[in-house]
Nanobody
Framework: QVQLQESGPGLVKPSQMLSLTCTVS??????????WSWIRQPPGKGLEWMGS???????YYSPSLKSRTSISRDLSKKEFSLQLSSVTPEDTAVYYC????????????WGQGTQVTVSS
């Protein structure tokens, strides 16, 4: 089972870009077993899937966030990253990276989550 760890700034100003990185350990980032995903949870709300990147680098985005979201990966560092542009206070949330297991249709591993607050 892989381990995941998010990193990035905890405070972002409105209209700026939110950038987070997830480091993968205990397994290969190129395995086809997982689709590397970003999920967030705003205060008082449920989990929201934002997007994923597959073993071949293919990306998948939530339709509601697609215009502002970019997910990429750095194979040499075993990292995948999230960029969310033009943030507003509504983007304040706990952001999680997770490993989606397609064969079982579940998340096999989660990062601990990182709080990101959008405020001036």
């Amino acid at each position: 089972q892989v381990q995941l760890q998010e990193s990035g700034p905890g405070l972002v100003k409105p209209s700026q870009m939110l950038s987070l990185t997830c480091t993968v350990s205990g397994g290969s980032i190129t395995t086809s077993r997982y689709r590397w995903s970003w999920i967030r949870q705003p205060p008082g709300k449920g989990l929201e899937w934002m997007g994923s990147i597959g073993a071949d680098g293919s990306t998948y985005y939530s339709p509601s966030l697609k215009s502002r979201t970019s997910i990429s990966r750095d194979l040499s560092k075993k990292e995948f990253s999230l960029q969310l542009s033009s943030v507003t206070p509504e983007d304040t949330a706990v952001y999680y990276c997770a490993a989606w297991v397609g064969t079982t249709s579940e998340y096999g591993s989660w990062g601990q989550g990182t709080q990101v607050t959008v405020s001036s």
